[in-house]
C-alpha cells in the first residue's frame, strides 16, 4: 500500500527555526508537495519538490531525497501566524496525489 | 486568494439524500481534484477531471460522481448519503497534469454534515 508519514503534533517557540519531517512509500513518484491549512480554511500551497536537493523560498526551504523516500519542511524564524498544520503530499505513477494526515503545528510565544 | 470557488459553504443533509457540490475552477485551469477530508485526517483523493474526462479515481464507491464542464466549473455528487460521508469536500485545479504546472490550488471547501 501506499503511505505517508508525518509527526502529528510539533511545538516550537517564536524566533525559532523548526523542521517537519515527511517520509513516504508510493507505487512512483512523480514529485512531493509541501502545503499549509489553518484550522477550517483550504490547504494552501508551499513548495514543490521532484529533484533531490533544497529548494528554499524566503521563510520556508523544502529538502528531497528520493532514494530515501524522505523530505522535510525547514520554517526559520517562526512567527504565532505559523501555527497550522503542514500537509506533506507525493504524486504517485498515476498522477494521484496521496496525502499525509499532517502535522499540527503549535508555536508558543 | 487561489481563484477557485467552492459553493455551497456549509450543507446540512439527511441520511439517503443526495448531493451535489460546486467548483469554479482558476480559468485555464483544465484539471480539477476532488478530495474528502475528514478532521484531523489528509485530505483523500475521490477523483480528478481532465479536460471533462475522468482522468484518475481513489477509493470512493460509485455513489460518488462528477462531471467538468468547458467553462472550467464542475460538480460533485453523492448519492445515498451515509453519516461518514460527513467531511470537509475540498476542490483543486491546477493548469496541467505533471511537473509544476501541476500545483494543485484550493477552494476554500464546502463542509457537509450528514444527520
Known amino acids: 500500500g501506499q503511505n505517508i508519514d508525518q509527526p502529528t503534533e510539533m511545538t516550537a517557540t517564536e524566533g525559532a527555526i523548526v523542521q517537519i519531517n515527511c517520509t513516504y512509500q508510493?507505487?512512483?513518484?512523480?514529485?512531493l508537495f509541501w502545503y499549509q491549512q489553518h484550522a477550517g480554511e483550504a490547504p494552501t500551497f508551499l513548495s514543490y519538490?521532484?529533484l533531490d536537493g533544497l529548494e528554499e523560498k524566503g521563510r520556508f526551504s523544502s529538502f528531497l531525497s528520493r532514494s530515501k523516500g524522505y523530505s522535510y519542511l525547514l520554517l526559520k524564524e517562526l512567527q504565532m501566524k505559523d501555527s497550522a498544520s503542514y500537509l506533506c503530499?507525493?504524486?504517485?505513477?498515476?498522477?494521484?496525489?496521496?496525502w499525509g494526515a499532517g502535522t499540527k503545528l503549535i508555536i508558543k510565544p | 486568494e487561489t481563484g477557485v470557488t467552492q459553493s455551497p459553504t456549509h450543507l446540512i443533509k439527511t441520511r439517503g439524500q443526495q448531493v451535489t457540490l460546486r467548483c469554479s475552477s482558476q480559468?485555464?485551469?483544465?484539471?480539477v481534484s476532488w478530495y474528502q477530508q475528514a478532521l484531523g485526517q489528509g485530505p483523500q483523493f475521490i477523483f480528478q477531471?481532465?479536460?471533462?474526462?475522468?482522468?484518475g479515481r481513489g477509493n470512493f464507491p460509485p455513489r460518488f460522481s462528477g462531471l467538468q464542464f468547458p467553462n472550467y466549473s464542475s460538480e460533485l455528487n453523492v448519492n445515498a448519503l451515509e453519516l461518514d460521508d460527513s467531511a470537509l469536500y475540498l476542490c483543486?485545479?491546477?493548469?496541467?497534469?505533471?511537473?509544476?504546472?501541476?500545483?494543485?490550488?484550493f477552494g476554500p471547501g464546502t463542509r457537509l454534515t450528514v444527520l
Open positions: 519538490n521532484v
Open positions: 483543486a485545479s491546477s493548469l496541467g497534469l505533471l511537473g509544476p504546472t501541476d500545483t494543485q490550488y
Open positions: 503530499a507525493v504524486r504517485d505513477s498515476n498522477y494521484q496525489l496521496i
Open positions: 508510493t507505487s512512483g513518484f512523480n514529485g
Open positions: 477531471y481532465y479536460r471533462e474526462e475522468e482522468n
Open positions: 480559468s485555464g485551469h483544465n484539471t
